[in-house]
């Protein structure tokens, strides 16, 4: 086995021995550019995919998991400004598992695990204060979550309870948030982690929650609903209403006078107050039996004229009964009815953003080509639905407009377009006429080797020629040398020995490669 593998090595290195200094520059160059393309691919398949182990961690958690990860030789990479650890992608779960059995993160311990560790023997007071401390943690830990923010910090004012309190106390709590760099909370997420947090306390209501950042911006304020996200949501509401309404009638006008020939601004006043009303309505139906009824009558007497008057000696005696009375006695009649009424209760709340007011300013450019401003109010006016009663106005105006600057930023915009294609054009010939020159040069190589290779044939030892093509035609001896192109006058089989060789040279000339290989094959049999 090592004779053989010795003899391919050998004939190998016969090969390349036999080869042009040309072809030997190339094999070596090719043999190199392998290797290290090989290296390099071994080097980049062998490297691991790394994966984060723990993200947001705190400096004293990261210096115990790498501590952890140092004593386990294992390795890792620190990314996020030290917050975040990489592992192999392959051990992430069982590190994160030991790392747990370890007792790390440690910081994590600070939602409810906090009451695992009470006893019997816990007084109220620290119960009290562990469970405040618990919710803290874990509303920090799910603010946490949000986009955006790295930290969170909660704390609550939770007043304590007994029957010696009127209940005026209220629940109070503050958050402070720390975002990532170059991150900002839109008021969209300042309102998310208020409910988050009123609906998380028992007893806490949203406008006694105050959100702020680590800069000290204040973004809600406990006890102002005109502040922090809602008064950015009214200003966000009013905003997009007046873009959306002057973005509509803008494209109408474009379409009219032109495209840079006019303007629109709209400004809009929405009402935000939230109403509840509650009406109440009495409706009578009739051919419905009343509810309750009653009749009471009352007749004295037998119907004719009695003496009247009291009795005694100085009573004089009336001559005709009483007005109003019935002849001959007394008769009352009295008729209550209560009837079916229906009551009916509605009670209607309004929508917060009801537009109160409207107001829109449009301006024509008088090179615009002419149009008729009265078509153009109505455009208007039907577009927004204006609505005079409600005090909406609108006002139309023509003026020249300025295009200088206008004009300035297209030209420069076009410069910049013409350079940016000049840069392109410059970059793409001179990466047109870096290849052509590596081309050229290789092409010279190759040219240069050929004509080397082609020299040293020609002008090498004539003998040893003559003596390869003797012996191709079992010719005895070596033939004297001559020119190829003169022929001497010999015999017969002289000149066609002459012209067998003269076919053996241009083979060798044609194909070189054969010829060596030839050569080679006689030699290493004669060597054998």
Not at 164 to 170: A, E, I, S, V
Not at 298 to 311: D, F, I, K, P, R
Not at 322 to 328: I, L, N, T, V
Not at 338 to 348: H, I, K, L, M
């Amino acid at each position: 086995m090592q004779d053989k593998i010795l003899s391919t090595l050998q004939r190998f290195w016969r090969g390349f021995l036999a080869f042009t200094p040309g072809q030997k520059v190339v094999t070596v160059a090719v043999g190199l550019a392998l290797v290290i393309g090989g290296f390099t691919f071994s080097s980049w398949a062998s490297k691991p995919d790394y994966a984060p182990l723990f993200t947001n961690l705190a400096p004293a958690d990261a210096s115990g998991i790498i501590d952890k990860l140092n004593a386990n030789k294992t390795p890792y990479k620190l990314a996020a400004n030290g917050t975040s650890i990489l592992v192999p992608q392959k051990d992430v779960y069982d590190l994160r598992l030991n790392m747990s059995a370890a007792g790390l993160p440690s910081s994590g311990s600070t939602g409810y695990s906090l009451l695992d560790q009470e006893g019997i023997t816990t007084s109220e007071f620290k119960q009290h204060v562990d469970y405040q401390r618990a919710l803290e943690g874990e509303l920090s830990k799910t603010i946490k979550s949000i986009n955006g923010v790295r930290d969170a910090a909660v704390h609550l004012a939770i007043p304590k309870q007994s029957v010696f309190t009127d209940g005026n106390q209220k629940t109070t709590g503050s958050v402070l948030l720390t975002t990532d760099p170059g991150a900002a909370l839109t008021s969209g997420q300042v309102q998310s982690v208020v409910n988050l947090v009123s609906s998380s306390v028992p007893g806490l209501t949203a406008d006694q929650v105050s959100v702020s950042d680590a800069s000290g911006k204040v973004l809600s304020v406990a006890g102002d609903a005109n502040s922090g996200a809602a008064a950015d949501a009214r200003t966000e509401a009013i905003a997009q209403y007046n873009k959306r309404t002057s973005s509509e009638v803008q494209q109408m006008l474009d379409r009219l006078v032109g495209a840079g020939h006019s303007v629109v601004t709209v400004n809009a006043d929405l009402d935000f107050d939230k109403n509840k009303t509650v009406s109440d309505s009495y409706v009578y139906a009739t051919g419905v039996p009343p509810l309750s009824e009653a009749h009471t009558t009352e007749t004295y007497g037998s119907g004719q004229n009695g003496a009247g008057g009291v009795l005694g000696a100085a009573s004089p005696s009336p001559s005709a009964a009483p007005s109003g009375s019935a002849a001959g006695g007394y008769r009352k009649t009295t008729t209550t009815r209560d009837n079916a009424v229906g009551r009916r209760t509605e009670t209607r709340d309004a929508a917060p953003g009801a537009l109160r007011k409207l107001s829109v300013a449009v301006l024509l450019d008088k090179n615009a080509p002419p149009v008729d401003e009265a078509q153009v109010r109505q455009l208007v006016s039907s577009a927004v639905g204006l609505d005079a009663k409600r005090g909406d106005t609108l006002a139309l105006a023509s003026a020249a407009f300025d295009t200088s600057a206008a004009n300035a930023a297209q030209k420069a915009a076009d410069q910049a377009a013409s350079a940016a294609a000049a840069a392109k054009r410059n970059a793409e010939m001179i990466s047109l006429a870096k290849t052509v020159l590596v081309v050229l040069l290789v092409l010279i190589v190759i040219v240069a080797t050929l004509i080397a290779s082609r020299r040293r044939r020609r002008d090498g030892p004539a003998d040893d020629l003559d003596t390869f093509l003797a012996t191709l035609n079992n010719a005895p001896g070596s033939l004297p040398p001559a020119p190829r192109d003169i022929v001497p006058p010999q015999s017969q089989e002289a000149a066609n020995n002459i012209a067998r060789q003269r076919n053996l040279a241009e083979m060798a000339d044609s194909q070189p490669q054969e010829v060596a290989r030839l050569l080679r094959t006689w030699l290493n049999e004669k060597e054998n």
